[in-house]
């Protein structure tokens, strides 16, 4: 199929007469009316989420070629929707041209909704990050509609997630999922869904060492299937969240995020999938792949070079103190990697100094007298390994 579709309706039209199946039998199989799928293919413009579901039933494989053209075609009616697709596809180009079809015109709610979409592109792309500028941003809008308060509210959950004020998250997310029965548009809704999904899975996992409602989450990720990220965010949950009880499980699911990602364009998260699998083929003393041995940090791990260069390093310095404490039998440096584990707030990887801590024979009620963190968070954090009873030691 070339890239430039000329006329997407006379190409499903195709599609529809080349098949044995009448156009009743196609609507009702995807929940729309016949009379609605009439008028689109006779040139009418539908809700944007009733020809998403069209063409995904008659050309899956093309549905980001067709949805683009569809998008750039979107009248008032379909811009919001089609501002989300772009958004959900990564599709910037289209992002831009809906932004100068809508910023120069009269309607306040969709110029408000353009300017949201507008920042989100801006923060993408920026490498510097402002928490405080991001929230000032949001904060001068003051929309009617109950769509894009319900994003705002999306936004500013996420700039917490981001900033690892995970507390704050939560308490958006329980907000956000009362708002969002009384979302009318289907795809917005499952958008807005899996933006909050997304954050709550990891969150369940690291921050709230919740192995089954992170599980939980994950699997509603890869099986509501809105976009790459999303299904990829489910595997790599999944996967980690099996570390400690199976190397098969872990292997499976972060496998399965690789080759979901195996393309030219998204070659970086599968190497940060590779990456992960190498550390859990570390985990359970399982020779590394070369083709795992993607970063110069798992090549130092797999050469048992002293990891003293990765110390300082706000990615890596966590898993440095842990394997070259594990490697030395070190209670120093994995106290360390405790202690920087329970900085960035990932209690559940936290549990990989802990074990080896316990395997030394430390108590750990010492180890919450003797380890010294000045965030209160970090307090409660110990308080509460102590009582976890997720992972079997």
């Given at each position: 199929?070339?890239?430039?579709?000329?006329d997407?309706?006379?190409?499903?039209?195709r599609i529809?007469?080349s098949?044995?199946?009448k156009?009743?039998?196609?609507?009702?199989?995807?929940?729309?009316?016949?009379?609605?799928?009439?008028?689109?293919?006779?040139?009418q413009?539908?809700?944007?989420?009733m020809?998403?579901?069209?063409v995904?039933?008659?050309?899956?494989?093309?549905?980001?070629?067709?949805?683009r053209?569809?998008?750039?075609?979107?009248?008032?009616?379909?811009?919001?929707?089609a501002?989300e697709?772009?958004?959900?596809?990564?599709?910037?180009?289209v992002t831009?041209?809906?932004?100068?079809?809508t910023?120069?015109?009269n309607?306040r709610?969709?110029?408000?909704w353009?300017?949201?979409?507008?920042?989100?592109?801006?923060?993408k792309y920026?490498?510097?990050?402002?928490?405080?500028d991001?929230?000032?941003?949001?904060?001068?809008l003051?929309?009617?509609?109950h769509?894009?308060?319900?994003?705002?509210?999306?936004?500013?959950?996420?700039?917490?997630?981001?900033?690892?004020k995970?507390d704050?998250?939560?308490?958006?997310i329980?907000?956000?999922h009362?708002?969002l029965p009384?979302?009318?548009?289907?795809?917005?809704?499952?958008a807005?869904?899996?933006?909050?999904?997304?954050?709550?899975?990891?969150?369940?996992?690291k921050?709230?060492n919740?192995?089954?409602?992170?599980?939980?989450?994950?699997?509603?990720?890869?099986?509501?299937?809105?976009?790459v990220?999303?299904?990829?965010n489910?595997?790599?949950?999944?996967?980690?969240?099996?570390?400690?009880?199976?190397y098969?499980?872990?292997?499976?699911?972060?496998k399965?995020?690789?080759?979901?990602n195996?393309?030219?364009?998204?070659?970086?998260v599968?190497?940060?999938?590779?990456?992960?699998?190498?550390?859990?083929?570390?985990?359970?003393?399982?020779?590394?792949?070369?083709?795992?041995?993607?970063?110069?940090?798992?090549k130092?791990v797999v050469?048992k070079?002293?990891l003293?260069?990765?110390y300082?390093?706000k990615?890596?310095s966590?898993?440095?103190?842990?394997?070259?404490g594990?490697?030395?039998?070190?209670?120093?440096?994995?106290?360390?990697?405790?202690?920087?584990?329970?900085e960035?707030?990932d209690?559940?990887?936290?549990?990989?100094?802990?074990?080896?801590?316990?395997?030394?024979?430390?108590?750990?009620?010492?180890?919450?007298?003797?380890?010294?963190?000045?965030?209160?968070?970090?307090?409660?954090?110990?308080?509460?390994?102590?009582?976890?009873?997720?992972?079997?030691?």
């Open positions: 199929m070339s890239e430039d579709i000329v997407v309706r006379n190409h499903l039209k529809i007469e098949s044995d199946e156009q009743k039998e196609i609507a009702d199989k995807i929940g729309i009316s016949a009379a609605h799928l009439s008028k689109f293919l006779n040139g413009e539908i809700s944007l989420w020809v998403l579901e069209i995904r039933y008659l050309d899956k494989d093309n549905e980001v070629e067709i949805m053209q569809c998008c750039l075609e979107a009248t008032k009616k379909n811009i919001k929707t501002f697709y772009a958004h959900s596809k990564s599709l910037d180009s831009c041209m809906l932004l100068n079809k910023l120069d015109g309607n709610e969709l110029k408000e353009a300017i949201v979409y507008q920042w989100q592109l801006w923060s920026n490498r510097v990050y402002s928490e405080v991001y929230l000032e941003m949001l904060k001068k003051q929309p009617n509609s769509d894009l308060k319900t994003l705002l509210q999306i936004l500013e959950m996420l700039c917490f997630y981001y900033s690892e995970y704050l998250s939560l308490h958006y329980k907000k956000i009362n708002m009384e979302i009318k548009d289907p795809f917005i809704k499952k807005f869904l899996s933006r909050t999904d997304e954050a709550l899975a990891n969150m369940h996992l921050f709230e919740e192995i089954d409602k992170s599980r939980v989450a994950a699997e509603k990720l890869i099986e509501r299937n809105f976009s990220n999303s299904v990829t489910g595997y790599f949950i999944l996967g980690l969240s099996y570390l400690f009880e199976s098969e499980k872990t292997s499976n699911f972060l399965k995020g690789i080759q979901l195996n393309t030219k364009e998204r070659y970086f599968a190497n940060d999938l590779r990456e992960q699998l190498a550390i859990a083929n570390l985990f359970w003393n399982k020779p590394v792949p070369k083709e795992y041995i993607v970063t110069d940090f798992i130092s050469n070079v002293n003293k260069y990765f300082d390093d990615y890596y966590a898993l440095a103190f842990y394997f070259d594990r490697r030395e039998r070190s209670q120093e440096k994995l106290l360390l990697s405790l202690h920087v584990f329970c960035k707030k209690y559940f990887r936290a549990n990989l100094p802990k074990m080896e801590l316990l395997k030394l024979g430390v108590d750990y009620n010492i180890l919450k007298r003797e380890v010294k963190i000045s965030e209160k968070d970090n307090y409660r954090s110990f308080d509460y390994f102590s009582n976890s009873t997720s992972i079997c030691f």
